[in-house]
């Protein structure tokens, strides 16, 4: 059984940091792209920021275009999203994203975390 768990989230100040991971387990034979989205309360769930399987693509919301960056680490089956100068409407419930193919299929699928809230708020 393949999961994917998102961990890091909590209350910060305006102007703050947080990092955020996403470690995937289970039976994995390969993982594609990855990404996160978040949902603030009363939005819909938007994409964040993804990342290649081999870190050479990333790509990020404009709203968050040079203070957040996205990186893995493959050999940890992990991602992350470094969040810095955080604003008030960067809460949301972020949510960890992978494109996975398990052993004993031959498809890439999507696996979802079930989130992490971050909340910037003084």
């Known amino acids: 059984q393949v999961q994917v768990e998102e961990s890091g989230g909590g209350l910060v100040q305006p102007g703050g940091s947080l990092r955020l991971s996403c470690v995937a387990s289970?039976?994995?034979?390969?993982?594609?792209?990855m990404g996160w989205y978040r949902q603030g309360q009363g939005k819909e769930r938007e994409l964040v920021a993804e990342i290649s399987m081999s870190s050479n693509m990333v790509d990020y919301a404009d709203s968050v275009k040079g203070r957040f960056t996205i990186s893995r680490d493959n050999a940890q089956k992990t991602l992350y999203l470094q969040m810095n100068s955080l604003k008030p409407e960067d809460t949301a419930v972020y949510y960890c994203?992978?494109?996975?193919?398990?052993?004993?299929?031959?498809?890439?699928?999507?696996?979802w975390g079930k989130g992490t809230l971050v909340t910037v708020s003084s």
């Open positions: 289970g039976s994995i034979f390969g993982i594609g792209y």
């Open positions: 994203n992978a494109k996975i193919r398990a052993i004993a299929r031959n498809t890439y699928d999507d696996y």
